[in-house]
């Protein structure tokens, strides 16, 4: 166990070796953290304050001595990014000869995009609770414009992306409301940013104009950290005002800080998307009943 004595804030990024991990490592090395990278491979560049760990998120015990020897390491953790992940590179609308089945689709982009997103939250939860010492825990997975709209190019990984987004909004509540844990669970949602998830050749078939700059994908992550709204924009293109459960200074509710939220990133703006509204109170009603644990609770 780490001595009480260090008291740096603590940072677990998975994916953290480059593109939107290492920015938001290096963002967060400036202000003075301790800085845990977690990826197959070292850095592209070196971070200062920053461990790397050689860690595969789609390998559980592996993804948990991780976390463990952080833990033990720094004595806390206080945010963790469950940024990896990958898009599929194979078609899958692809014929295949008649007569015989067709191999499986490759499936690592679930592995890595969600159930690791799943494992890594799980695992967050644990050590948060023992965190007792920070009062500002945060987690914010990595989902993607491909969690709000189809993508035909990648099916796979815009149902992993979906499903980053319905795991975030069903336990943020519980994260942010559960003493022990009192950790806030929001989710960025960018349009393309070009980093190395796809080859030159593969981004060439982008308009320039189209890319979310990766600055500000650093400039959301630590407005979620800090848990109020710096010039969020209102679907109707307009500065918030209270728009879509937002307020001026992005308080929500509690300690008024951001939990729960969806972030989707076009360009240098930034919009809060909500979850779609119940069709009926029939439905409404059907989902209260969700709001609990576990199935076995009476």
Same mark, same amino acid.
């Given at each position: 166990m780490a001595s009480s004595s260090q008291s740096a804030l603590s940072a677990l990024i998975t994916g953290g070796s480059s593109g939107m991990g290492l920015a938001v490592a290096q963002a967060l090395a400036d202000r003075g953290w301790s800085v845990h990278l977690v990826d197959l491979q070292g850095p592209l560049q070196q971070v200062e304050n920053a461990t790397f760990h050689k860690t595969n998120v789609t390998d559980y015990d592996s993804l948990a001595s991780t976390f463990q020897k952080v833990f033990d390491?720094?004595?806390?953790?206080?945010?963790?990014?469950?940024?990896? #992940?990958?898009?599929e590179r194979f078609d899958f609308y692809e014929a295949h000869p008649t007569g015989k089945p067709p191999p499986p689709?490759?499936?690592?982009?679930?592995?890595?995009?969600? %159930?690791?997103?799943?494992?890594?939250?799980?695992?967050?939860?644990?050590?948060?609770?023992?965190? %007792?010492?920070?009062?500002? %825990?945060?987690?914010?997975?990595?989902?993607?414009? #491909?969690?709000?709209?189809r993508c035909q190019v990648s099916p796979s990984y815009c149902a992993t992306k979906h499903g980053v987004l319905g795991f975030m909004r069903s336990i943020a509540p519980f994260y942010y409301q559960n003493k022990d844990i009192s950790a806030r669970v929001n989710a960025i949602c960018p349009g393309t940013v070009k980093t190395n998830l796809l080859d030159p050749a593969a981004w060439a078939t982008f308009s320039d104009d189209v890319f979310v700059p990766i600055e500000k994908i650093v400039s959301t992550v630590l407005m979620l950290i800090d848990g109020h709204d710096v010039d969020g924009t209102g679907l109707d293109g307009k500065p918030l005002a209270g728009a879509n459960g937002v307020s001026a200074n992005g308080s929500t509710a509690g300690d008024g800080k951001l939990y729960g939220k969806a972030v989707e990133l076009s360009g240098r %703006?930034?919009?809060?998307r909500d979850q779609v509204a119940y069709c009926d109170d029939h439905m409404a009603k059907c989902m209260l009943a969700t709001e609990r644990t576990s199935y076995n609770e009476a």
């Open positions: 390491t720094d004595g806390r953790l206080d945010f963790v990014f469950a940024n990896a #992940g990958i898009v689709p490759n499936q690592l982009v679930v592995d890595i995009n969600l %159930k690791a997103v799943i494992n890594t939250s799980w695992l967050a939860q644990h050590y948060f609770r023992q965190s %007792k010492q920070s009062d500002n %825990k945060n987690l914010v997975m990595t989902a993607s414009v #491909g969690a709000l709209y %703006k930034h919009y809060y």
